[in-house]
């Protein structure tokens, strides 16, 4: 594989912008390896709309600095990454499984370019998974006492493994606002897509007694307001009469666990771009 360099880029759309990039690209002889962008418009038909971009394009030296001052100048926000970097990820898990095997065999596969750091968890169920893979494991207890110290102890845990990505593999406790802010748009949760119904304790007996039909999952970035961050990816599996509450469950189970990996997959790809409007640009 050529080393290369990923840009994601935003700014207000006018001519001249993909040409001032790709010109500065072929100025240093980096060639564009793929190219995606998109232009978003509001309803003001007068409004030149917002240019989304995302490059793959191969390293030459000095093009970095040169791309970070070109792009500065127009006033255009922007990110590079090193194609040869993987993220670093913490998987906080509680009882359940399923999402967070998921993650960690994708992961440990070389499905997409990441590495699992540390699993910390409020219950030893899933230590044994991280043993095998000689993970790092941390139980910390969380009870309304005790929470502000355990996430000072988790926060200090991701800076001792410099961890870049956060996710929550089922983790069944609430963030602070604290905790979350030191991490914006790098912590990512998943959860049943029967939102803002069926809250509360057991949704799938919650979905099983009003007859759903489709059962899906949401993967998104944790912001200070409870599930409702920047959805990243959805997906929705069908069902009928003729499930009961634990295949129902079953069948949440599968669409969680998928969701959450792709949802992990196209951020460590560099494939998101959050909006100012909270939504997000998934190339």
Same mark, same amino acid.
């Given at each position: 594989? $050529?080393? /290369?360099?990923? &840009?994601?880029? +935003?700014?207000? =759309?006018?001519?001249?912008?993909?040409? !001032?990039?790709?010109?500065?690209?072929?100025?240093?002889?980096?060639?564009?390896?793929?190219?995606?962008?998109?232009?978003?418009?509001?309803?003001?038909?007068?409004?030149?709309?917002?240019?989304?971009?995302?490059?793959?394009?191969?390293?030459?030296?000095?093009?970095?600095?040169?791309?970070?001052?070109?792009?500065?100048?127009?006033?255009?926000?922007?990110?590079?990454?090193?194609?040869?970097? $993987?993220? /670093?990820?913490? &998987?906080?898990? +509680?009882?359940? =499984?399923?999402?967070?095997?998921?993650? !960690?065999?994708?992961?440990?596969?070389?499905?997409?370019?990441?590495?699992?750091?540390?699993?910390?968890?409020?219950?030893?169920?899933?230590?044994?998974?991280?043993?095998?893979?000689?993970?790092?494991?941390?139980?910390?207890?969380?009870?309304?006492?005790?929470?502000?110290?355990?996430?000072?102890?988790?926060?200090?845990?991701?800076?001792?493994?410099?961890?870049?990505?956060?996710?929550?593999? $089922?983790?069944?406790?609430? &963030?602070?606002?604290?905790?979350?802010?030191?991490?914006?748009?790098?912590?990512?949760?998943?959860?049943?897509?029967?939102?803002?119904?069926?809250?509360?304790?057991?949704?799938?007996?919650?979905?099983?007694?009003?007859?759903?039909?489709?059962?899906?999952?949401?993967?998104?970035?944790?912001?200070?307001?409870?599930?409702?961050?920047?959805?990243?990816?959805?997906?929705?599996?069908?069902?009928?009469?003729?499930?009961?509450?634990?295949?129902?469950?079953?069948?949440?189970?599968?669409?969680?666990?998928?969701?959450?990996?792709?949802?992990?997959?196209?951020?460590?790809?560099?494939?998101?771009?959050?909006?100012?409007?909270?939504?997000?640009?998934?190339?």
């Amino acid at each position: 594989m $050529k080393d /290369k360099y990923i &840009l994601l880029a +935003s700014c207000s =759309d006018r001519v001249g912008i993909t040409s !001032l990039i790709t010109e500065l690209m072929a100025e240093y002889q980096s060639n564009i390896l793929h190219l995606d962008h998109f232009t978003e418009y509001d309803n003001n038909e007068d409004s030149n709309g917002k240019l989304y971009l995302r490059f793959e394009f191969e390293k030459a030296p000095g093009l970095k600095e040169a791309l970070s001052s070109a792009l500065s100048d127009n006033q255009i926000e922007y990110s590079i990454f090193d194609g040869n970097e $993987k993220t /670093k990820i913490a &998987l906080f898990v +509680s009882k359940e =499984d399923h999402a967070f095997n998921e993650v !960690l065999l994708r992961v440990q596969r070389g499905e997409f370019p990441a590495e699992i750091v540390c699993v910390v968890s409020n219950h030893t169920n899933n230590k044994h998974f991280a043993d095998a893979f000689n993970i790092p494991f941390y139980h910390i207890p969380v009870n309304k006492d005790s929470k502000s110290a355990a996430e000072s102890k988790m926060i200090e845990i991701c800076k001792e493994h410099n961890v870049d990505l956060i996710v929550l593999a $089922k983790y069944m406790q609430i &963030l602070s606002d604290d905790f979350v802010s030191h991490y914006p748009n790098q912590i990512i949760n998943i959860h049943h897509s029967f939102l803002p119904s069926f809250i509360g304790a057991n949704p799938y007996k919650q979905a099983w007694d009003r007859g759903v039909k489709i059962v899906g999952a949401t993967g998104h970035y944790v912001t200070s307001d409870l599930d409702e961050g920047p959805i990243i990816d959805q997906d929705v599996t069908r069902i009928n009469h003729r499930y009961n509450v634990k295949a129902l469950r079953k069948k949440g189970r599968h669409v969680e666990s998928r969701v959450l990996a792709n949802a992990v997959e196209l951020h460590v790809q560099h494939k998101v771009i959050v909006t100012e409007g909270n939504k997000t640009i998934v190339f």
